[in-house]
């Protein structure tokens, strides 16, 4: 079983931008409703395009649930995307 | 023709993201870590895994199988639809990491290359290769994440380089030499050798060759007249020896997309408007080649498990998405009802920028110009923002999938 939810839900987030191999990172954002979700691990980032528009994708978990957002580098947005809360064994 | 092996130094490295998808999904998602998972195109039962996680492998799970048989064998699989620009990241990522080490990298595929050592720095030849070997697994954790891992394969040919890659999945590094290749050999079905399927097996066992080192040990002469019948023979004579004989770049020779139909309840023109879909990224793919096309092949498969097929050839080269539509619909006016399965291929391909292309008139021209402006701005603002009005509402089901065994569109 897959509970996978799409959203197109505008979100709040800290991040930090630093040096390294994972530059950006995010660490905490808040969901429309007012829910907090504190990042825990960071499974992968990639950029994906809409023409010559940069969306970077953090696929991210809180140890709950595992969560995509989306950071559209020209407009500096957040979006969180996707939520996958459960899996059956 | 040698008949010694090769004894050269290993220089040819392969390296095999194993699973591929499926470890880039249980990277990207830490709770699908250590699950049985599998990713497909489609999330309906009678969808086919296109791959299945080590987890699901090891209940019986194999690739091609359809998902309601999976989940008979690892109930509580999950299924993940593919989602190919996480995957072409990765693709890239490790392509980097591999072009770091030589000039000379070839990927095979989306989830696997080969590093040629032969005219790389000093510095890099004058280490172990194990050592960089181990280097590149290291650094596809460290760059990528930590789920991540591949199979190394060390050897002087490639075919060796890959056969050494698949001894120990999914985290091996294994090399090939002359000292050890019967060693190898003697652990390994004839099937295990890439190229060598069912048919070929069979071949091989028409003149009593039922071992890799019976294979090894064969006759040139019987290989090249009695199995092969060509120039094959000879070449797989040297192959198993760690000779190499596969170092080519091949052309492309033809384009082409395929779907697998989302309702078997769709209408014939429904169908075609799935077709010319089809077209519009046959032809962006085939543009994006710099390529022109003389033939179009069109085929359907139905639920009576019929395969049905029509092709032309044009005088004069064509490469706009109109042309290819027009000539796949109508060769499509004679396909079989019940289709569950559509496909569009161009062939006879020539460089677009031919001469013959631009000498005629005015109005190809004009097609030309509009074809390239149209391409431009899809560049620019994302794919499919001008597109036919034909194919509106088409996107949603024929989406844009990962290519297997081409690395040409990545």
Redesign the interface.
């Known amino acids: 079983?897959?509970d996978e939810l799409f959203l197109n839900e505008r979100i709040k987030v800290i991040a930090a931008f630093g040096d390294g191999?994972n530059p950006a990172r995010p660490i905490r954002f808040q969901r429309a409703s007012g829910r907090e979700v504190e990042i825990t691990?960071i499974?992968?980032r990639?950029?994906?395009?809409?023409?010559?528009?940069t969306v970077h994708?953090f696929?991210v978990?809180d140890g709950g649930?595992?969560y995509r957002l989306e950071f559209d580098s020209e407009r500096l947005t957040w979006h969180l995307t996707m939520e996958?809360d459960h899996?059956?064994? | 023709m040698r008949t010694d092996y090769n004894s050269e130094r290993p220089l040819i490295m392969h390296i095999d993201l194993n699973s591929c998808f499926a470890t880039v999904e249980q990277q990207a998602r830490p709770l699908l870590r250590g699950k049985p998972i599998a990713i497909v195109n489609r999330r309906t039962d009678n969808t086919a895994i296109i791959t299945a996680s080590y987890e699901a492998k090891a209940l019986g799970v194999k690739v091609g199988m359809k998902f309601r048989e999976a989940k008979l064998l690892a109930p509580g699989i999950i299924p993940l639809e593919s989602d190919p620009p996480k995957y072409r990241f990765v693709y890239h990522k490790l392509l980097d990491i591999m072009r770091d080490y030589s000039a000379h990298v070839t990927m095979k595929s989306i989830d696997e290359g080969v590093i040629d050592f032969h005219d790389t720095s000093e510095v890099i030849k004058g280490r172990e290769l194990i050592d960089v070997g181990q280097e590149i697994k290291q650094r596809l954790k460290d760059e990528i994440g930590i789920w991540m891992r591949c199979n190394v394969g060390i050897s002087t040919n490639r075919f060796l380089a890959k056969t050494a890659a698949s001894l120990h999945k999914p985290d091996g590094l294994d090399v090939i030499t002359a000292h050890n290749l019967r060693d190898v050999y003697s652990t390994l079905k004839l099937t295990d050798l890439t190229g060598i399927a069912r048919h070929n097996e069979q071949r091989l066992n028409s003149v009593g060759i039922y071992t890799p080192l019976e294979f090894l040990d064969a006759d040139p002469v019987t290989l090249e007249k009695i199995v092969f019948k060509s120039i094959v023979g000879q070449q797989w004579h040297q192959r198993l020896r760690g000779w190499e004989v596969d170092d080519r770049e091949f052309d492309v020779k033809r384009v082409g997309r395929q779907y697998v139909l989302d309702s078997p309840r769709l209408s014939y023109d429904q169908i075609l408007k799935r077709l010319h879909h089809l077209c519009e990224s046959v032809g962006s793919r085939l543009r994006s080649q710099g390529k022109a096309a003389r033939g179009v092949y069109v085929y359907a498969k139905t639920y009576e498990r019929q395969y049905w097929h029509a092709s032309f050839v044009a005088q004069l080269p064509f490469y706009t998405d109109q042309t290819i539509y027009e000539l796949a619909r109508q060769l499509f006016e004679r396909a079989p009802d019940q289709m569950r399965e559509i496909g569009v291929h161009c062939y006879e391909l020539a460089s677009i920028d031919d001469a013959q292309l631009s000498l005629f008139h005015d109005q190809i021209v004009r097609e030309r110009h509009r074809t390239e402006a149209i391409d431009a701005i899809n560049q620019r603002f994302g794919d499919r923002t001008v597109h036919s009005a034909d194919t509106l509402g088409t996107g949603i089901y024929v989406k844009q999938k990962i290519p297997f065994g081409s690395t040409r569109y990545l």
């Open positions: 079983m897959n191999l691990e499974g992968l990639h950029p994906t395009s809409a023409g010559k528009r994708v696929d978990t649930a595992d996958a899996y059956a064994n």
